[in-house]
T-cell receptor, first 110, second 113 residues
Framework: GEDVEQSLFLSVREGDSSVINCTYT??????LYWYKQEPGAGLQLLTY?????DMKQDQRLTVLLNKKDKHLSLRIADTQTGDSAIYFC??????????FGRGTSLIVHP | GAGVSQSPSNKVTEKGKDVELRCDPI?????LYWYRQRLGQGLEFLIY????????KSGLPSDRFSAERTGESVSTLTIQRTQQEDSAVYLC???????????FGPGTRLLVL
């Protein structure tokens, strides 16, 4: 099955860009997702990318997909304190049950 | 529109008691998922329903766990004879037809004393 790995923590200064990285193992993943989880809340879908795309931009969010290296990244421009949360990467792995990484805790400090 | 809702939002129970958790998916969503999230951990898949097909129960950790869904509506997750290690947030998600994107509810925080 799919295996998804993420670094556990990222600390950035307010106004800087954040880059959260993720690697996956199953090249048959049709979709790759980024979710955001704020304290005490469920997961909120931020964005997703089809496997036939290299990049997707949505306002402050940029997703880059390197299929050769099975590497996915999420860049948040002009990071704000409200962006502090846990970010989960997920891959479909050719299945209808996405596999989630353990999540990256993003800490934004003044 | 209305999102996925779950109830109760918090549940405290004693070891050995049974609990029932409820999920109301988004109307029209045929797929429904249950996940468990232990403190500081990622999501652990439990069970998947798709329309009227037989559910995928491959993620249920023991026979104390069961889930039902009536058609394409409400689902209940039941944990019998709860143990302390069952303490976690239980998340429900639903997906529209022919799409894998999941929409999550806020979760039920279960604490077993």
């Amino acid at each position: 099955g799919e295996d998804v790995e993420q670094s556990l923590f990222l600390s950035v200064r307010e106004g800087d860009s954040s880059v959260i990285n993720c690697t996956y193992t199953d090249s048959s993943s049709t979709y790759l997702y980024w979710y955001k989880q704020e304290p005490g809340a469920g997961l909120q879908l931020l964005t997703y990318i089809f496997s036939n795309m290299d990049m997707k931009q949505d306002q402050r969010l940029t997703v880059l997909l390197n299929k050769k290296d099975k590497h996915l990244s999420l860049r948040i421009a002009d990071t704000q304190t409200g962006d502090s949360a846990i970010y989960f990467c997920a891959g479909s792995g050719g299945s209808y049950i996405p596999t989630f990484g353990r999540g990256t805790s993003l800490i934004v400090h003044p | 529109g209305a999102g996925v809702s779950q109830s109760p939002s918090n549940k405290v129970t004693e070891k050995g008691k049974d609990v029932e958790l409820r999920c109301d998916p988004i109307s029209g969503h045929t797929a429904l998922y249950w996940y468990r999230q232990r403190l500081g951990q990622g999501l652990e898949f439990l069970i998947y329903f798709q329309g009227n097909s037989a559910p995928d129960k491959s993620g249920l950790p023991s026979d104390r766990f069961s889930a039902e869904r009536t058609g394409e509506s409400v689902s209940t997750l039941t944990i019998q004879r709860t143990q302390q290690e069952d303490s976690a947030v239980y998340l429900c998600a639903s997906s529209p037809p022919v799409q894998e994107t999941q929409y999550f509810g806020p979760g039920t925080r279960l604490l077993v004393l």
